[in-house]
């Protein structure tokens, strides 16, 4: 399989930030979360590509076959095909691993990736994520950071899917910190500050490390 996606890529600012892997949401497309990304770390290199599955012109990173209900043979491909591509970029563009900063689909498909390709990512901030896959398996990602961020009113993500997301995660060794926000499937104000926030005492608690 190809690795290739459209993508926008934007430059680092300053030095010493982490690297942002920004996965946008169903219909949405590489230039969605920029902004997102920019105020979340200013001096990020961001790299955001655009999913490459179609569902009624919407693209998206797996298929899916109902709401919520994932081909997870699909999700499996696609989401190694994404890890190719980050270290294809990263190579490219001369980034370290990246933090992935993921919404909805995005924010799945970067659960998926790091159960799957466990070196890929050096964290995550899964906004609005869910179970990507049902029997997943259980990488080491021992100290590795993620933000799950659900919505308190989600009506497309049930708080007890996020909570199983958040369990499955920390099983892999995961560090593993899950906030409820009161909001619902949209992401808001509230995650801009959640995910900055979190972002700095990943920054300063644990240097984004070669692994
Ligand atoms: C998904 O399909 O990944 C989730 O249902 C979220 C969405 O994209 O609506």
Redesign the pocket.
């Known amino acids: 399989m190809t690795s290739e996606f459209i993508h926008r890529f934007v430059p680092a600012k300053g030095q010493g930030a982490p690297s942002l892997l920004l996965l946008h949401?169903?219909g949405g497309d590489e230039n969605d979360l920029l902004q997102l990304g920019a105020m979340v770390s200013p001096n990020s290199a961001l790299l955001s590509p655009r999913g490459r599955v179609i569902e009624n012109g919407m693209p998206?990173f797996f298929r899916?076959l109902a709401?919520?209900v994932?081909d997870e043979d699909d999700v499996r491909g696609r989401a190694l095909e994404l890890a190719d591509f980050v270290e294809a970029e990263r190579r490219r563009y001369g980034i370290g691993r990246p933090i992935a900063l993921g919404y909805?689909?995005g924010a799945?498909v970067a659960a998926a990736l790091m159960l799957l390709r466990p070196d890929t990512l050096a964290g995550a901030a899964l906004l609005r994520a869910?179970v990507p896959l049902s029997e997943p398996p259980r990488p080491d990602l021992s100290g590795v950071r993620v933000l799950v961020a659900s919505g308190m009113a989600d009506p497309?993500v049930p708080p007890s899917n996020s909570t199983r997301l958040a369990a499955m995660l920390r099983a892999t060794g995961a560090n593993v910190s899950h906030e409820t926000l009161p909001v619902g499937h949209q992401l808001s104000r509230a995650d801009l500050d959640l995910a900055r926030e979190w972002l700095r005492t990943v920054d300063a608690r644990e240097p984004v490390a070669e692994r």
Request: hydrophobic content about 25%.
């Open positions: 949401g169903t998206r899916r709401e919520g994932f909805s689909n799945n869910m497309i």
